[in-house]
């Protein structure tokens, strides 16, 4: 019964308006802490990336942030399949950056120094082909990729179905399978960390949130991988070429 009352994820959610109307923001509030994850890993491998593209760009929040820290950037240029966040991504467009309501998988000559994939392989359904198709677009490649298989969602799926039913997550990780999945379609992982989830990040509005979010600190300050794997929530950020 349960599984015929799921919505499966598709293109059709993002193009038909489904995605917009359950996500009016289209995350736009996470770009800040994102882009500082993003440039201290570039900073980090001295990374200086003159062209940049992000696919399924969303809102274009994260071009906009990304340029605010690093200025040399020449040209941004983002994509995406959904008109309503192209619609929402315009009004974010300068002389560097462009967006295009376009599946970029589907352009053969579209090419940048660095690519950025953010929160995007978890929602495709042929997600081994989309990785291999974006492998000959760029040199190097930035993915943000949650972890949404922990102990905590292996005992409480429903927040597993939460993640599917809300943002259209159709695709579960942990750190290896993310690994896995970028060694068999070609990428060479460069460097990594983990990225916290908005919950650990933002101040606590309960007594009972603020003590997890302390019991969380702790256990990841210990043992990160440990931390991941037992209370989930966290993601990847990810350089590879």
Partial sequence: ???????????????????YKNNPDWSVTDA?????????????????????????????ENLVELLKKNSSIEKLTGYDISPQAIELAAKKATDKIRFF??????????????????????HVDDYYGFLRKLKTKSNWFVFHIPLDI?????????????Q???????HYYTKEMVQWALQD?????????????????QPADS????????????????NKDWSVKKWGGYSMMILAK
């Fill in 101 to 122: 309501n376009e599946d970029i998988t589907a352009k053969e000559n579209a090419m940048a120094d660095m690519m950025l994939v953010i929160d995007v392989v978890e």
């Fill in 164 to 170: 599917r039913q809300s943002v259209g997550h159709i």
């Fill in 207 to 222: 007594l009972k949130r603020f003590i997890k979010k302390i019991l969380r600190n702790i256990s990841f300050a210990f």
């Fill in 150 to 162: 922990s102990c905590r969602t292996l005992m409480k799926p429903h927040v597993i179905l939460q």
């Fill in 32 to 60: 800040r802490w994102k882009t500082d994850v993003i440039r201290q890993l570039l900073k980090k491998n001295d990374i200086n990336p003159k062209e940049v593209i992000e696919v399924g760009c969303g809102a274009g």
């Fill in 1 to 19: 019964m349960l599984l015929k009352k799921m919505k499966i994820s598709s293109n059709d959610i993002y193009v038909s308006g489904e995605y």
């Fill in 185 to 201: 379609t070609g990428y060479e992982i460069i460097d990594w960390v983990y990225s916290k989830p908005v919950v650990d990040l």
